[in-house]
């Protein structure tokens, strides 16, 4: 059957609105020029509110994992002793990171599918007896679909050390709360593929007064991803050090309109409810969720198929309605397949992917699942109108 769309509900990349498109495709100015400046701190100062900061957040060309490792770079030395709450692919991969720079790594290993509870911290920290420099964790779990309790992660930081908290916010910032200074985090990084509904390219950094001083003082080698160039260069010039990437720039004001037209608190209900939707029909289908609703993510969810089904079931939703999925990592490779429902998603997609995953177990186990998930998503959706 000829289907014209391809429909992406991968948790990054993610859709892009048309507005966004058509405000990238704006002529290229050069980024030394007098409108860039402008242009810069209007970005920086209307993503505060997006990522709960006291400070304008610094823009770096690249990709989330770019944001990871200046995090890590600009604040450890190699012997550094960090925390790192491992609980899927990317605690693992943050853990990595700074090893990577010679920091000595304190590896809390959370079962994956399973949050980090704030006692576990607390216990992990006292009973190491070590003077800490940093502890590093991830909001949302991209790989496991998994909430992190960040702000008592984050309480439990302070209370027990003068360790550093930082913080992974790369496939939730733009979808869900963040208050920076409330819940104790210096550093809060995200990337632009997620819920900020841009293309990959950049890297958001946001840093408390606390972790400036910290990264001013901070001898590791950087170069590119060196903070205090960023810092200088925007305080002084309102600009960056190296050359940006002008036209996703663009499309991150118009991404900052469309925030604040819908007004913040309007996003992450919008995001609760795509999530409650999706996780909802998915049990009508009685098809097992790899989390409990308690830690489950507004802006991915992870779906665990009996009989080793997740790679058939993510093949013909791709084949035959071109609905692209994600699949497992590392140890959920081919145990599960994951929704993203973030930034530039409606009550209308959920419904379209929950279509397309009654008409697949259909096909696959032959049960009678038409109708069953959409109208129970629809339910939900009705509940909230």
Request: with cysteine.
């Amino acid at each position: 059957m000829f289907l014209d769309n391809e429909y992406l509900f991968t948790p990054g990349p993610t859709p892009i609105p048309d507005r966004v498109n058509v405000a990238m495709s704006k002529p290229m100015i050069g980024h030394r020029s007098a409108a860039f400046p402008a242009l810069l701190e209007d970005v920086s100062t209307r993503l505060q509110p997006v990522f709960g900061s006291d400070n304008p957040v610094c823009i770096i060309s690249g990709s989330g994992t770019g944001a990871l490792e200046t995090a890590a770079v600009n604040t450890i030395e190699p012997g550094d002793d960090v925390v790192v709450i491992v609980g899927g692919a990317f605690g693992d991969r943050f853990a990595k990171i700074c090893e990577a720079h010679g920091a000595n790594v304190h590896r809390l290993e959370v079962e994956w599918g399973k949050a980090c509870q704030p006692e576990q911290l607390e216990d992990f920290i006292k009973t190491a007896n070590t003077s800490f420099k940093a502890v590093f964790a991830t909001y949302c779990e991209t790989s496991t679909a998994v909430i992190h309790p960040i702000k008592e992660l984050g309480e439990v930081t302070k209370r027990v050390s003068d360790a550093l908290f930082i913080v992974d916010g790369v496939s939730c910032i733009g979808g869900v709360p963040a208050d920076m200074a409330g819940w104790n985090i210096d550093i809060l990084v995200s990337g632009s593929q997620k819920a900020l509904m841009l293309p990959p390219g950049l890297a958001f950094v946001a840093v408390s007064d606390h972790a400036k001083d910290v990264i001013k003082n901070n001898k590791s080698n950087r170069f590119f991803f060196d903070l205090n160039r960023y810092f200088d260069s925007y305080d002084q010039k309102r600009s960056t050090p190296f050359t940006p990437a002008v036209s996703l720039i663009y499309g991150a004001q118009e991404v900052c309109q469309m925030i604040e037209e819908e007004g913040m608190e309007n996003v992450i209900k919008r995001h609760e409810l795509l999530k409650t939707m999706t996780r909802e029909g998915v049990k009508a289908l009685d098809i097992p969720l790899l989390t409990s609703d308690d830690v489950a993510s507004p802006t991915v969810t992870a779906v665990k198929p009996e009989n080793g089904k997740a790679n058939e079931m993510k093949k013909m939703m791709l084949d035959q309605y071109r609905i692209s999925l994600a699949g497992g990592q590392q140890k959920l490779s081919g145990e599960i397949f994951r929704i993203g429902h973030m930034g530039y998603c409606t009550p209308f997609d959920v419904l379209t992917v929950l279509g397309a995953l009654e008409m697949t177990i259909k096909a696959i186990e032959g049960k009678d699942t038409l109708g069953v998930a959409t109208r129970r998503a629809q339910e939900v959706w009705a509940e909230h109108v």
